[in-house]
């Protein structure tokens, strides 16, 4: 496996080299966001480790312009900011994950592997379909009786993560797993913030809701 660290803290980024490379994983380092581009764009990664507070080029926009490019590695941003709006700003833009720090060794394999395993978890089938709402996983593309929705890509995984078990029950703790990576934690509202920002977009000026609350217990979609 080969991953690419972007990170301009030279201790820090050994620290993470040495620690990876002890399972053996293939690790190269760019101190910044120009080059941290670069090396993306023209090598094959299995999976960037993206810092945000970059010199040069910050990594929201390394992460903005990889995604524009039609990059779909996995990317996991690493912050010293803990707040929801830095956070959703990165997800925003295409991330898949996001590690606080500082963070133990342990935890970040954990996000690594659940990365990778999401990236390979997919169904057989590309399109799916509950009601009149039609995601297709090739195109990146969804449609509500016709109408196109425009969806940024956590949006667009979120949903393709809830249409794929309709009517099944889904909780915060296991969207955050699945669609995030990332174990669960009670201090953040990020589920809720991206289930508001769907309704917003796939049942707003519709007749009927299909992202439905439980209270107290989940989300699920469903006719």
Known sequence: MRLLVVEDESAFASFIREGLQSEACSVDVAADGVQGFEMASKNPYDLILLDVGLPNLSGIEVCRR?????????????????T???KVQGLEVGADDYLTKPFALEELK???????RRQTDG???PTVQVADLVLDANAH???RSGRTIDLTPKEFALLEFMMRRPG?????????ERVWG????SRTNVVDVYIRRLRQKVDQGFDR????TLRGVGYQIKP
Do not use: C, F, W, Y
Not at 110 to 116: E, G, N, P, Q
């Open 110 to 116: 954990a996000r690594i592997k659940a990365l990778l």
């Open 66 to 82: 990889l995604r524009e490019s039609g990059l779909q590695v996995p990317i996991l941003m690493l912050t010293a900011r803990d």
């Open 168 to 176: 099944r029950v889904l909780t915060r703790p296991v969207i955050q």
């Open 209 to 212: 809701p299909l992202i439905r």
């Open 123 to 125: 169904s057989a089938s």
């Open 182 to 185: 990332a174990s669960h934690d």
């Open 141 to 143: 593309e969804v449609r």
């Open 84 to 86: 929801v709006e830095d």
